[in-house]
T-cell receptor, first 111, second 111 residues
Framework: SQTIHQWPATLVQPVGSPLSLECTVEGTSNPNLYWYRQAAGRGLQLLFYSVGIGQISSEVPQNLSASRPQDRQFILSSKKLLLSDSGFYLC??????????FGSGTQLSVL | SQQGEEDPQALSIQEGENATMNCSYKTSINNLQWYRQNSGRGLVHLILIRSNEREKHSGRLRVTLDTSKKSSSLLITASRAADTASYFCATDAGGYQKVTFGTGTKLQVIP
């Protein structure tokens, strides 16, 4: 069966520090991969999605970037965090055409 | 940007009552999905309805889709306290791989 791992669960970072969130999927190959961000009590904002290794589509022109170095690995990064980067970050995967399966999320607080 | 908007933003009902949530979207879609999110957790897929379908059932869930009005509704019958969660619709208006979410309806079921 397929599983998705996202870590860490919580993260507190100072403004200006770098960020690296990692997400890995097991039990499937060539999945679509996604990063979403959710502000407290709000909907999900699509940040990045990827249909293959090295193929990243960006939806939000901010100081975040994403990379897919391996088929089932998706990394969200920032060189310098801003206060506005705080939020709940969710990784998800899907088959070519189908439902999304979400990780458990990372609560990021930038102070 | 959000593709969909849920209505109402919040809903409070007594256990045993039915809960209806609506979703409106802006552009043509291939399919529409509904997800559930418990506080601080990842989203869980509930049901997918394709653009050529008008109604779909799954247990106590009933989803309708009206592509002419660009709207969908989720009905939860005989609600239970455990149904308390936020509910989101999601569409793939930008292509099968680009899935965007609505703003969500926060449902509270009072025992």
């Amino acid at each position: 069966s397929q599983t998705i791992h996202q870590w860490p669960a919580t993260l507190v970072q100072p403004v200006g520090s770098p960020l690296s969130l990692e997400c890995t999927v097991e039990g499937t190959s060539n999945p679509n991969l996604y990063w979403y961000r959710q502000a407290a009590g709000r909907g999900l904002q699509l940040l990045f999605y990827s249909v293959g290794i090295g193929q990243i589509s960006s939806e939000v022109p901010q100081n975040l970037s994403a990379s897919r170095p391996q088929d089932r690995q998706f990394i969200l990064s920032s060189k310098k965090l801003l206060l506005s980067d705080s939020g709940f970050y969710l990784c998800a995967w899907s088959p070519r055409q189908g439902t999304l399966f979400f990780g458990s999320g990372t609560q990021l607080s930038v102070l | 940007s959000q593709q969909g908007e849920e209505d109402p933003q919040a809903l409070s009902i007594q256990e045993g009552e039915n809960a209806t949530m609506n979703c409106s979207y802006k552009t043509s879609i291939n399919n529409l999905q509904w997800y559930r999110q418990n506080s601080g957790r990842g989203l869980v897929h509930l049901i997918l309805i394709r653009s050529n379908e008008r109604e779909k059932h799954s247990g106590r869930l009933r989803v309708t889709l009206d592509t002419s009005k660009k709207s969908s509704s989720l009905l939860i019958t005989a609600s239970r306290a455990a149904d308390t969660a936020s509910y989101f619709c999601a569409t793939d208006a930008g292509g099968y791989q680009k899935v965007t979410f609505g703003t969500g309806t926060k449902l509270q079921v009072i025992p």
